[in-house]
């Protein structure tokens, strides 16, 4: 199989992001084509662990998360993955909140924000995870 990557590579190239190819669709990777083949669960679930590596270590290496428990952690991480760090970041109130363990204020500041109303019950899931440190699935 490794001469056949190595000539796809040659004659396909890649790109890692989305592309449209010479047949007009939109494309990725080694000429994957997304819309007539898209991507099977198993490979979003791979990106998905990825990306959740990538935001935990954002996360991680931007918050003083000491005091937050896995549930806790992970409503940082879950709304890094939705607006990414920079959007994150930008909760000041807060991250200071989550840094003092006042896990209520850190609940009512993540819902007095436009954040909170662009996604609705997803706020209100995480605001309650946050505030209890209990698991909202």
Request: glycine share 8%.
């Amino acid at each position: 199989m490794e001469k056949l990557e190595q000539q796809i590579y040659k004659h396909e190239g890649y790109l890692l992001t989305v592309y449209v190819c010479t047949s007009g669709k939109q494309t990725i990777g080694f000429g994957r084509n997304l819309e007539d083949r898209g991507i099977s669960f198993g490979e979003a679930l791979y990106l998905l662990r990825n990306d959740l590596r990538y935001f935990t270590e954002q996360v991680e290496s931007n918050i003083n998360t000491s005091k937050c428990n896995p549930a806790r952690k992970a409503v940082l991480v879950n709304m890094a993955f939705n607006l990414g760090i920079t959007g994150l970041l930008k909760f000041k109130n807060t991250i200071a909140a989550v840094e003092a363990g006042k896990w209520d204020t850190a609940a009512l500041e993540m819902l007095n924000s436009r954040w909170a109303v662009q996604v609705g019950s997803r706020a209100d899931e995480l605001a309650e995870q946050m505030a209890t440190g209990e698991w909202q699935l």
